[in-house]
Structures are given as structure tokens and as C-alpha cells.
């Protein structure tokens, strides 16, 4: 089984700034990693997919990368709409895993 | 708009039962695969179990393994999980979310449902 380690658990960020949130690996999951984001009363929404590809209708101020083992998730100017919690979750190998989530808040 | 609509969660005791569903609309059910994915509270996103778009294949979670069944009715367009000998650590937020790509479950999940909340508890 693949697990996901995702860090930091919190990250607290000015709005305007860059955050940049981690997502590991235990082995290899090739490109097969989607990032989302959780709000309390909301469905969970799609960012990122492909480590890299970004979901319809998502801002262009969100980018992922890497690939293997190591991924990051970008959101290059922090809106107020942005604190929440993200989590990572790989889909190249069952069964499918989350990351524990990164916790981004207002600092 | 795609819509995924849960409804059958509740207050159940451990080693009971309950069946949820969940209601898809504004997309081609039967071309997609779909799957449940849990969260206890205050915890993270756990997978539980996929189907295929057929429902020819499942998928499980080893922590579900022979007590939950997966299952779905694509004349309907309604996605079920049946849960069996449910245990305290069963409780959770239960979601069903939607895969990304027609005919596939080797992708993300591209739309969830708001979720439906499962009690286990006496």
C-alpha cells in the first residue's frame, strides 16, 4: 500500500503570499496524484490531477508538480477564498490513498 | 451540473446495518466508475470501495473487506454501499465521489457529494 505523507500538517500564510504544500510518497506513483481542497459545508473540489494538470474552472494561481514520489502544490497569491484544507491522494496503485491534509490558514 | 445527492446515513449500533445511496444527475451514469470515500471526524479522507461502470468489478478497502458491498443501479443512475457487522470505527462522513474519466478507475475523482453522516454507536 502507498502512503501518503503530506506537510506541513498546518501553514499559516498571509493572504497575498505564496504557499507551498507537500505530498510524499511511500513508493512510486509515477503521475498519478490529484491534489483537492476541503471546506467545512462544501463539497470536496478538484485542483490538481496528472500532478500537474489543473481541473476545469480552477485558477490559474494553483499549479502542482513533481512526479515518483515527491509533489507539491503551489498557490502563487493567497486569496481569502484559499484557507482550507488540502489534501493529496494518489491513484496509480490500489488502494487508493489520501494524505493526512495540510491545514492552510490565515496567518 | 453534475450533482451526487448521499442520503441513508443515521445512528446505528455495532453490529448492524445500513445501505446508503447516492443520486447522480447531469452526466451519463452509466459511463463512469464511482466509488465511496469516508471521513471520521475530524480525520482525513479514507477510500472505501469503486465499481466499474458496468458494476462488473469492485474494488475494496481491506478495512471494509467482507462487510461492505458496493453496488449499482445505472437505470436508476444511484450508487450504494451496503454496510454490514458495522463496527464504532465505521463512523464517518461517508462520500460518493465520481471518476474523471469515462470507463475508467485508474483516474481522480472529479466531482463528491456533500456526504451522508454514519453513527456506529449504542
Known amino acids: 500500500e502507498r502512503v501518503m505523507t503530506q506537510s506541513p500538517a498546518t501553514l499559516s500564510v498571509s493572504p497575498g503570499e505564496r504557499a507551498t504544500l507537500s505530498c510524499r510518497a511511500s513508493?512510486?506513483?509515477?503521475?498519478?496524484l490529484a491534489w483537492y481542497q476541503q471546506k467545512p459545508g462544501q463539497a470536496l473540489r478538484l485542483l490538481i490531477y496528472?500532478?500537474?494538470t489543473r481541473a476545469t474552472g480552477i485558477p490559474a494561481r494553483f499549479s502542482g508538480s513533481g512526479s515518483g514520489t515527491e509533489f507539491t502544490l503551489t498557490i502563487s497569491s493567497l486569496q481569502s477564498e484559499d484557507f482550507a484544507v488540502y489534501y493529496c491522494q494518489q491513484y496509480n496503485n490500489w488502494p487508493y490513498s489520501f494524505g493526512q491534509g495540510t491545514k492552510l490558514e490565515i496567518k | 451540473e453534475v450533482q451526487l445527492v448521499e442520503s441513508g446515513g443515521g445512528l446505528v449500533q455495532p453490529g448492524g446495518s445500513l445501505r446508503l445511496s447516492c443520486a447522480a444527475s447531469?452526466?451519463?451514469?452509466?459511463?463512469?466508475?464511482m466509488s465511496w470515500v469516508r471521513q471520521a471526524p475530524g480525520k482525513g479522507l479514507e477510500w472505501v470501495s469503486a465499481?466499474?461502470?458496468?458494476?462488473?468489478?469492485?474494488y475494496y478497502a481491506d478495512s471494509v473487506k467482507g462487510r461492505f458491498t458496493i453496488s449499482r443501479d445505472n437505470s436508476k443512475n444511484t450508487l450504494y454501499l451496503q454496510m454490514n457487522s458495522l463496527r464504532a470505527e465505521d463512523t464517518a462522513v461517508y462520500y460518493c465521489?465520481?471518476?474523471?474519466?469515462?470507463?475508467?478507475?485508474?483516474?481522480?475523482?472529479?466531482?463528491w457529494g456533500q456526504g451522508t453522516l454514519v453513527t456506529v454507536s449504542s
Open positions: 447531469a452526466f451519463t451514469f452509466s459511463s463512469y466508475a
Open positions: 465521489a465520481k471518476f474523471g474519466s469515462s470507463w475508467s478507475v485508474e483516474d481522480r475523482f472529479d466531482y
Open positions: 513508493q512510486s506513483v509515477s503521475s498519478n
Open positions: 465499481i466499474s461502470a458496468s458494476g462488473g468489478t469492485t
Open positions: 496528472g500532478a500537474s
